[in-house]
Nanobody, 127 residues
Framework: EVQLVQSGGGLAHPGGSLRLSCVASGSGYAGYSVGWFRQAPGQDRDGIACVTRDGALFYEDSVKGRFTISRDNAKNTMTLQMNSLKPEDTAVYYC?????????????????????WGQGVQVTVSS
């Protein structure tokens, strides 16, 4: 079992940057695919970026080129660097660990099925 604890988030101006971090405890972190999801008020929780256990990276189109996901298996961590933030990025962000299924369609973060979640952090982008 894996426990995920998030940090980061907060308030940023449009065009600004924020960095989210997630630390995993427990066993087997390196054997999971990991990713970041976000949920805006009244909307579903959607995957936006993931790194498979073999290191493949996938991004949702709305964040591609602006957000960067990374993982460090030696430190049991993952991060999401968010640049060029937009008001529509405002949401609660969750880190996750699970399995990535390549037979669910074209490669995309939505193919990550999480088994474990972080507690979520608020990201607000506003002037």
């Amino acid at each position: 079992e894996v426990q995920l604890v998030q940090s980061g988030g907060g308030l940023a101006h449009p065009g600004g940057s924020l960095r989210l971090s997630c630390v995993a405890s427990g066993s087997g972190y390196a054997g999971y695919s990991v990713g970041w999801f976000r949920q805006a008020p009244g909307q579903d929780r959607d995957g936006i970026a993931c790194v498979t256990r073999d290191g493949a990276l996938f991004y949702e189109d709305s964040v591609k080129g602006r957000f960067t996901i990374s993982r460090d298996n030696a430190k049991n961590t993952m991060t999401l660097q968010m640049n060029s933030l937009k008001p529509e990025d405002t949401a609660v962000y969750y880190c996750s660990a699970g399995d990535y299924y390549r037979d669910r369609g074209p490669d995309a973060p939505r193919n990550l099925i999480p088994y474990y979640w972080g507690q979520g952090v608020q990201v607000t982008v506003s002037s």
